[in-house]
């Protein structure tokens, strides 16, 4: 057994160390205890917590080791067959033993005064208990399951070049490469084996969305979009929000990305841009290449970050001596990445697809940030102040990007591809933000539009994807791959209405390295605190904490947008 879960089974308090949950009846004994105890006072609730905090710790983490198996061997059946067995036969039975334990819990609260820290995460209950019907669990495990069809047929994708298979990501280097012909033909081979599945994964979107539906007329709610947006706990937004999010970017960030594509449409020396120009160093220089191995990768992104602070680059050796870091691309593994909380061993682990690009040290610098959020919060009292909502999450990631940028020459000796590193890095802030907008504002058409069809989708995609995407770039002969891009992103099938996140934290963490550019020290300390809080206070209070304001409005993103630009045109 890991020496880490086997030391955090050895902590336990309310559970038996050796627990193996196998089965619901196994957790069973300690859920008839929670809905039997007696809540009379404060410490009552508090001790009550407590233990039901470990159990959904447990759980939790049971899970979590069963996703990270399924999605590092997607070929393995077995291991996507015990993940959808403990979905199904464990969280979803636990999921309506959830909610009386919440309505034990409120009934308590709403008669007696309860602490005020508990508060954020009380309203949370709340609303869980509102919008809760006991036809949605099977529906919920159902979803979580067939969700992971998307992993199993991405994760498997290859495209074979000069006699050798290369996975999706691994061919997604040769789009860097200076030989226009290569990347052309392989861009082409990339666009065919996408296409070859297009159908296969519009069949089980069709039926994620159609699920989707029912959970929200189920809880009383006219279409996913207000069902998802009450789930996910907005508290501290709203929907007439990201459509001002999306209108901002698309007056202040679209016409900003054009002329760095007319840029670079200049210095390429080309007629016309075309889809595979846009990765290649715009000096025709050769590929960025930060590291050789993935365990060098390791090792300077300890360095990078032991440079932002001492505790950061601690935590990845932590994680990398224990076995919880799984960074190579290979055929087999699902696509993306991510860093999984563990909520028990308090150790999360961070899968991801590295290549040998500049895009992988950007996502693990991403990850790493999760890490490190996760690692600030291991002593908060309960797992329901470390569950924290993306758009504080996000800014511990995106931050962390952006501010280990200025220690990237741990990855980059030569002063000449480190300013290379920068400007790409900094391009792609500015170019995160309209495909943000993108995929936010695409989701929200889905949702609000049930019994489309797959034209349909098709058709709406494409005029947003034109919105946003602008009009420099040459699609023809390429307008078929274009119209299928949002398949390519993985939220739309796991994790709905999941991306305007990326777009708030993404201003956030933009306001966050401006002032680390002004003063490192109070900076870090900051936003330490900040990251250690969890989810003990609402967004407004977590982002103040962080010395950064909870703000997307149009002048707040041009002013950031303009500190981004004025740090790009620095550099040269």
């Not at 996913?224 to 929907?239: A, H, K, M, N």
């Not at 020396?269 to 993935?294: A, G, H, N």
């Not at 400007?423 to 792609?428: A, D």
Request: proline share 3%.
């Amino acid at each position: 057994m890991n020496i880490l879960r086997q030391q955090a089974k050895e902590k336990r308090k309310f559970l038996p160390r050796n627990l193996k949950i196998k089965s619901f009846q196994n957790i069973k004994p300690y859920v008839e205890e929670l809905l039997k105890a007696s809540i009379s006072s404060i410490s009552d609730l508090k001790y009550w917590l407590l233990k039901k905090s470990e159990l959904d710790s447990v759980i939790e983490e049971d899970k979590a080791w069963l996703y990270i198996k399924q999605s590092c061997y997607t070929d393995v059946k077995e291991y996507a067959d015990t993940f959808a067995d403990f979905v199904r036969n464990i969280v979803q039975q636990y999921a309506i033993v959830t909610h009386r334990l919440n309505e034990k819990l409120m009934d308590f609260c709403i008669s007696n005064p309860y602490p005020p820290e508990y508060e954020v995460f009380i309203r949370g209950v709340k609303r869980q208990i509102e919008i809760y019907n006991e036809k949605n669990t099977k529906l919920q495990a159902e979803l979580e399951v067939e969700e992971q069809g998307y992993s199993a047929i991405t994760g498997i994708m290859t495209v074979r070049y000069k006699g050798k298979d290369y996975t999706l990501q691994q061919a997604q280097n040769f789009l860097k490469l200076n030989n226009r012909k290569t990347r052309e033909e392989v861009f082409e081979l990339i666009c065919r084996r996408r296409s070859e599945d297009y159908n296969k994964l519009n069949d089980i979107f069709d039926i994620l969305l159609a699920k989707r539906h029912l959970l929200a007329l189920n809880a009383g709610f006219p279409d996913y979009l207000e069902y998802r947006f009450s789930q996910l706990g907005r508290f501290d937004y709203t929907i007439k929000d990201c459509k001002r999010f999306h209108d901002a970017i698309a007056s202040n960030l679209v016409p900003v990305v054009d002329e760095l594509l007319k840029k670079r449409k200049l210095l390429l020396k080309v007629d016309t841009l075309r889809p595979f120009d846009l990765d290649v160093d715009i000096d025709q220089k050769p590929p960025l290449k930060p590291f050789s191995s993935v365990n060098e990768l390791i090792e300077k992104s300890i360095l990078c970050l032991s440079s932002v602070d001492k505790k950061f680059g601690r935590f990845i050796r932590i994680m990398n001596s224990n076995g919880y870091l799984d960074l190579d691309s290979r055929k087999g593994k699902a696509p993306g990445g991510y860093n999984y909380p563990l909520y028990e061993s308090n150790v999360p682990f961070i899968f991801m697809n590295a290549t040998n690009n500049l895009r992988d040290l950007e996502t693990m610098m991403h990850e790493a940030g999760h890490a490190i959020h996760s690692f600030l919060t291991k002593d908060l009292e309960f797992i329901y102040y470390k569950e924290v909502p993306a758009e504080i999450a996000e800014v511990a990631s995106m931050a962390m990007e952006l501010i280990s940028m200025e220690h990237w020459q741990h990855f980059f000796k030569n002063k000449e591809d480190l300013i290379r590193a920068k400007e790409s890095h900094l391009e792609g802030v500015i170019k995160t933000l309209p495909w943000v907008a993108t995929i936010d504002k695409f989701q929200h058409w889905i949702y609000t539009h049930h019994g489309h069809n797959a034209n349909d989708r098709t058709v709406a995609w494409n005029a947003i994807e034109k919105t946003y995407g602008g009009a420099i770039v040459d699609w023809s002969e390429y307008e078929e791959y274009r119209s299928q891009m949002w398949q390519k992103q993985i939220h739309l099938f796991q994790f709905p209405l999941y991306y305007i996140e990326y777009g708030i934290a993404q201003l956030g963490a933009i306001a966050i390295w401006k002032n680390y550019r002004d003063n490192p020290e109070k900076t870090i300390k900051a936003f330490r605190f900040a990251l250690s809080q969890g989810y003990s206070k609402t967004l407004p209070e977590l982002y103040s904490a962080a010395s950064i304001d909870f703000n997307f409005s149009s002048d707040y993103i041009q002013s950031l947008i303009d500190f981004v630009l004025s740090e790009l045109h620095s550099l040269r």
